[in-house]
Each structure stands twice: as structure tokens, then as C-alpha cells.
């Protein structure tokens, strides 16, 4: 928002990419595929963070599924070899993305500033 705010107060053009530019998945595609990566990323989250706000049950395999097509994508820019992304039943396995379980909230980790005054040495 900075960046955006400085260049329309000085007139000059506004910035081009924000923070999802410096993702790991595009910093690894090349200078032209950036945009693109950058926009593929974009839709993916997008569809990844509905899904986990508006699901009954939590599934992290969407999440898996949607990074494996992010990488794909990634791939097929490159012109590397494509493959077909995930779906979990087709029986590719995805081995090198695998989803850490949750972890409960613990409440008796929390920190609370105590309601003691120090008390003045007089």
C-alpha cells in the first residue's frame, strides 16, 4: 500500500506486483513467467482460503492438490515434462508435499500480564 500510495502522490507509475512476487514458486520461475506464476498463485490462494473458510470439515488435501497444480504450472512454463496434477486417486503420490496434522490450541500456554502492581520501595 505504501509503494501504491507514494507513486500516485509523486505521479509516476504505480508498482506492478505485490507480495505474492516474492514467493518462493515464483522466485523460482523464470524473469518472463514471473507475472504469470505470480497470477496462478493469486487464483490458487484465493480458492484455497474459500474453501477453508467456508468448509464443514477441514481437508487438507485441497490444499496439496492446489500446490501440486501451482507446480505444474511452474513446470509447463519452464518446459519441462508435464504431468498430470494430483487428484489423490489417480495413484501418483505426493511424497514431497505431505500436510502436517494440526495442532490443538493449548490455553494454559497463554501469557497474561499479571494483575499485581510492583509495589515502590519508600
Same mark, same amino acid.
Given at each position: 500500500?505504501?509503494?501504491?500510495?507514494?507513486?500516485l502522490k509523486t505521479k509516476h507509475d504505480t508498482p506492478k506486483y505485490g507480495l505474492l512476487f516474492h514467493a518462493s514458486v515464483v522466485g523460482q520461475s523464470a524473469?518472463?513467467?514471473?507475472?504469470?506464476?505470480?497470477?496462478?498463485?493469486?487464483?490458487?490462494?484465493?480458492?484455497? @482460503?474459500?474453501?477453508?473458510?467456508?468448509?464443514?470439515?477441514? %481437508?487438507?488435501?485441497? =490444499?496439496? #492438490?492446489?500446490?501440486? *497444480?501451482?507446480?505444474?504450472?511452474?513446470?509447463?512454463?519452464?518446459?519441462?515434462?508435464?504431468?498430470?496434477?494430483?487428484?489423490?486417486?489417480?495413484?501418483?503420490?505426493?511424497?514431497?508435499?505431505?500436510? @502436517?496434522?494440526?495442532?490443538?490450541?493449548?490455553?494454559?500456554? %497463554?501469557?497474561?500480564? =499479571?494483575? #499485581?502492581?510492583?509495589? *515502590?520501595?519508600?
Amino acid at each position: 500500500e505504501k509503494a501504491l500510495f507514494r507513486a500516485l502522490k509523486t505521479k509516476h507509475d504505480t508498482p506492478k506486483y505485490g507480495l505474492l512476487f516474492h514467493a518462493s514458486v515464483v522466485g523460482q520461475s523464470a524473469p518472463k513467467n514471473k507475472g504469470k506464476m505470480s497470477r496462478v498463485l493469486a487464483a490458487k490462494t484465493s480458492l484455497v @482460503a474459500r474453501i477453508d473458510a467456508l468448509a464443514d470439515v477441514p %481437508d487438507l488435501n485441497i =490444499g496439496l #492438490e492446489y500446490r501440486a *497444480k501451482v507446480d505444474q504450472r511452474l513446470r509447463q512454463l519452464e518446459g519441462a515434462a508435464t504431468h498430470k496434477a494430483s487428484k489423490g486417486s489417480n495413484g501418483q503420490n505426493l511424497s514431497k508435499l505431505e500436510a @502436517a496434522t494440526p495442532k490443538s490450541y493449548n490455553s494454559a500456554t %497463554d501469557s497474561t500480564l =499479571g494483575s #499485581e502492581k510492583k509495589e *515502590k520501595k519508600e
